[in-house]
């Protein structure tokens, strides 16, 4: 009820392209970022000025396109899938962002993040069940106060709900895992919100000199 009220008051998106991406993604169950999700994470970059993210799991390309349409940032993103990374590049070129958005079509557990270079966000959206080995994996690649989000840590609700299923039971008990994970990273100032599919911000904390 009250995410329907905000959804009528909350001004819609009308950029052609988002609105066609989303409701690709509607039809073909291709689990993008919620509203309330995307319009947290571009605010939080026009905030902080965040210039350099890296996005863990492209699919379609529809976060990337919309940090990019909304913010002067550059991305890198990585997206393993070779059907949702020819998807991605076909929408990133009809969009014209080419020169914003770099896709790697790689596993991002295979990928040397030290060719990466620096970047100001992090933006972990990719197997649910690897999320601790992506936030160790490429912490290394933040800037000093730098922060990373991690989406779908609620998982529409399933990590407060009893599951039959054990692979299902099994992912939703490594969320469980990675969220009790991220809050205890002493290097990090992290607090889980309950904005969209549930998602973490952590702030990189100040290297004592
Ligand atoms: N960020 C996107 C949605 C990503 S859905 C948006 O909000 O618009 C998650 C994607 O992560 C899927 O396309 C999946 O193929 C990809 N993925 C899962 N595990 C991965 C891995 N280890 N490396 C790279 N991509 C991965
Ligand atoms: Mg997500």
Do not use: W
Not at 42 to 62: D, F, M, P, S
Not at 149 to 154: G, Q, V
Request: glycine fraction near 4%.
């Amino acid at each position: 009820m009250i995410k329907e009220y905000l959804e009528n008051i909350n001004i819609k998106e009308t950029n052609e392209q988002l609105v066609s991406l989303k409701s690709y993604a509607l039809t073909n169950n291709v689990p993008i970022i919620t509203d309330d999700g995307i319009a947290f994470i571009k605010q939080i970059i026009n905030i902080k000025g965040v210039k350099k993210v890296l996005e863990i799991g492209t699919a379609i390309g529809y976060s990337s396109i919309n940090m990019a349409l909304y913010s002067d940032c550059t991305i890198t993103t990585i997206e393993r899938d070779n059907e949702m990374y020819d998807k991605a590049i076909e929408n990133i070129k009809n969009g014209n962002l080419q020169d914003r958005i770099t896709v790697l079509n790689q596993d991002a557990l295979e990928v040397d993040e030290s060719t990466l270079g620096k970047f100001d966000l992090i933006f972990i959206d990719a197997a649910k069940a690897q999320s601790i080995k992506f936030f160790n994996k490429y912490k290394t690649c933040l800037n000093n106060q730098g922060l990373i989000i991690t989406d779908n840590l609620l998982f529409h609700d399933l990590v407060v709900t009893p599951i039959k299923d054990r692979n299902l039971k099994q992912l939703v008990r490594k969320i469980d895992t990675f969220n009790k994970f991220v809050v205890e990273q002493m290097d990090f100032d992290t607090y889980i919100y309950s904005i969209g599919d549930g998602m973490s911000l952590s702030i990189k904390k100040d290297v004592i000199k």
